[in-house]
């Protein structure tokens, strides 16, 4: 499939009207869930990290906002003594672009729930999926696949072997790349080398199924990883018997995009032949207590502009409106 | 609307390699159109194409999902850094990237100078390498005949792969170190991949199989 997406786009009639159908229906969808709109400020003021689009205002130094769920959660610390449990936003962000055809400027739809620390976190965390399985419905999609991961099935093996730093990111995009002769090169020398190697092709060994979570039988830390093997377990049992026809539910355990921010669970939304995800999210619950706040939280963001481009290059892959 | 599977193969040194093994197999490319000039060749299975494209150009086909798989070497991924999933070491291609010198020039030589030049085509290996021998250097970008730089005098030394060392002998260099190692790597584009593994899963392990001369 080619990839199409100017840098700074210009939506015409037609996808100007998908973009405003497509930010309804999914607004509508979130609003009957319970989901309440906030929409945190285009120009931010905080210190901004790179990446950002940053310019003088004045003597100030201000971005255009570049992630939601990082803006939101600073207007949430700062304006709410308890969490609002559930929020929705919908809008643009603003980001220099890692790849050289991703557009700088990114429309999204997206949603968090936020719980006060201790509280019980598998009926959010099935909460959302389940939101989330009815979106391909909401968007026309005629099929789409749904993969369940969970970041601490990397991050509590690297922790417990005490790697950070750069050994640790260049561990983790060895497994993003799914290279298990990668993770071997990147620990080599590391006590942990063998252990690790081993896990990795644990986790990249299958990606279809619900037995897919018995390839943790085989790694090395499968006891240590024992309560994200139920929690994705019990999810599994919970969204298998709703799964809505042409969705496909996969698990992949090897899923460390983001793996920086998100702690648990986390969720991808793919079309067949996309050559990115739709939708993405998880649970991260580091974010809050960084902001002074005792909270946990998790969220998706829906990926408007990539379905644009997907809906103008793979048509086929929509029902008919 | 089922679409055709493109898979990139490399021209030149791991192309030349590649094709002979893939005779007789499920994906080998079709002998008269590898003949003729065109790029996009037909494999043995209907709706699976080959595309022959330059090993710098190789990886960014892959990453944009142009092609869903592709044979590059590992020398080429790591001075790239492209979004796109490294399924297998395929082991053939194997080879050194290393430190290359007029025969009789020492590596104490080369670290006693006070402005070294560097000629090479693999610019972020040879800083990482530098950075770790606590080195500076001027680096000169060459992307083709890099075994002329230290004879014409454009540089002190390379940097660059060598198999044999056979064209490193003829101009008279020879190894002062060896800063890493490549082989070719079968890669994915990771839409495609993660998307449709149902579709490319069993190409990648024929290829696997193929390649890997097991």
């Known amino acids: 499939m080619p990839v199409r997406t100017p840098h700074f786009p210009d939506l015409l009639f037609g996808s100007a009207a998908r973009l405003r159908r497509w930010e309804a229906a999914l607004m509508g969808l979130l609003a009957e869930q319970g989901y309440r709109e906030l929409h945190p400020s285009l120009v931010l003021r905080e210190a901004v990290p790179e990446g950002a689009l940053r310019f003088f205002d004045g003597d100030d130094l201000v971005a255009l906002r570049w992630d939601f769920t990082v803006a939101l959660a600073g207007l949430l610390a700062r304006s709410f003594p308890a969490p609002p449990p559930r929020v929705a936003y919908a809008g643009a962000v603003f980001r220099r672009p890692v790849q050289p055809w991703e557009a700088v400027e990114r429309f999204e739809v997206g949603c968090e729930r936020i719980q006060q620390e201790g509280e019980s976190s598998t009926e959010a965390d099935v909460e959302l999926a389940r939101l989330l399985m009815a979106i391909p419905g909401v968007l026309g999609l005629k099929s789409a696949i749904l993969h369940l991961g969970n970041a601490a099935l990397v991050r509590r093996p690297l922790e417990v072997e005490g790697i950070f730093g750069d050994l640790a990111e260049a561990t983790v995009a060895a497994l993003s790349r799914r290279s298990p002769h990668r993770v071997r090169e990147a620990l080599d020398g590391h006590p942990s080398a063998a252990r690790l190697t081993a896990h990795a092709e644990a986790l990249l060994a299958e990606l279809d199924g619900p037995s897919t979570l018995a390839a943790l039988d085989t790694s090395p830390y499968a006891d240590l990883l024992e309560d994200e093997r139920h929690h994705m377990d019990r999810a599994l049992k919970a969204l298998l018997p709703i799964l809505p026809p042409n969705l496909e539910l996969r698990v992949d355990l090897a899923d460390v995009a983001g793996l920086g921010f998100y702690t648990g669970p986390t969720l991808r939304l793919w079309a067949p032949g996309a050559q990115q995800e739709l939708a993405a999210g998880g649970r991260y619950d580091q974010l809050f207590p960084g902001l002074g706040r005792p909270w946990q939280a998790a969220g998706f963001c829906v990926r408007l502009s990539r379905l644009l481009d997907l809906a103008d290059t793979r048509p086929d892959l929509f029902e008919a409106p | ?214």
């Open chain 2, 1 to 214: 609307m089922t679409t055709p599977i493109l898979i990139a193969f490399p021209k030149g040194r791991l192309g030349d390699e590649l094709v002979p093994k893939l005779a007789d197999t499920p994906l080998a490319l079709d002998p008269v159109a590898l003949k003729s000039r065109v790029l996009r060749i037909p494999t043995a299975t209907p709706g699976v194409s080959a595309l022959l494209l330059k090993g710098a150009d190789l990886p960014r086909y892959v990453a944009a999902g142009v092609a869903s798989l592709g044979i590059v070497g590992s020398d080429t991924l790591d001075e790239m850094d492209m979004d796109l999933l490294e399924l297998a070491d395929l082991g053939f291609g194997a080879c050194r990237l290393s430190l290359c010198a007029l025969a009789g020039v020492t590596l104490d030589a080369l670290r006693a100078r006070p402005h070294l030049r560097l000629a090479t085509k693999f610019p972020k290996a040879t800083e990482a390498w530098l950075t770790r021998e606590g080195l500076t250097a001027e680096l000169v970008p060459l992307s083709s005949s890099a075994e002329l730089a230290p004879l014409l005098g454009l540089a002190d030394a390379i940097v660059d792969l060598v198999q044999t060392g056979g064209t490193l002998k003829a101009h008279g260099l020879v190894e002062t170190a060896v800063l890493g190692r490549s082989s070719a790597r079968l890669v994915a584009a990771r839409g495609a991949y993660l998307s449709e593994p149902a579709r490319l899963r069993p190409l990648a392990q024929a290829l696997i199989t193929a390649l890997r001369g097991a």
